[in-house]
Nanobody, 124 residues
Framework: QVQLAESGGTSVQAGGSLRLSCVMS????????MGWFRQVPGKEREGVAH???SYIDYDDPRFSISQNIAKNAVYLEMTRLTPEDTAMYYC??????????????????????WGQGTRVTVSS
């Protein structure tokens, strides 16, 4: 059974940086797309960054995603945080067997496997 465990969420002052980690256990073959999403109460979950092999994407240049395949881990580096970044951050995994799969799933929120989330609070 696939399990994702996030860590690293905490309270931080505006302008600060954080590194979130996600470790996946019980990985199955083809589970190659990894992503970070975030959600605030009353709003839809939104994608933050995604990665598939050497392909990465993120809308906000303050954020970057990386992975350690040997450790089944994916990371989210966040810099210059603002109070608007306050949210629950989730790690997700999705079966991807091609770049075309990645292009599809990077625009979707309906990923198959999710962690429990780690909370990030940014104070002004």
């Amino acid at each position: 059974q696939v399990q994702l465990a996030e860590s690293g969420g905490t309270s931080v002052q505006a302008g600060g940086s954080l590194r979130l980690s996600c470790v996946m256990s019980g990985a199955i073959d083809g589970l190659r797309c990894m992503g970070w999403f975030r959600q605030v109460p009353g709003k839809e979950r939104e994608g933050v960054a995604h990665i598939y092999t050497s392909y990465i994407d993120y809308d906000d240049p303050r954020f970057s995603i990386s992975q350690n395949i040997a450790k089944n881990a994916v990371y989210l580096e966040m810099t210059r945080l603002t109070p608007e970044d306050t949210a629950m951050y989730y790690c997700a995994a999705q079966l991807c067997r091609s770049y075309d799969d990645y292009l599809y799933w990077r625009t979707s929120r309906q990923w198959s496997y999710w962690g429990q989330g780690t909370r990030v609070t940014v104070s002004s």
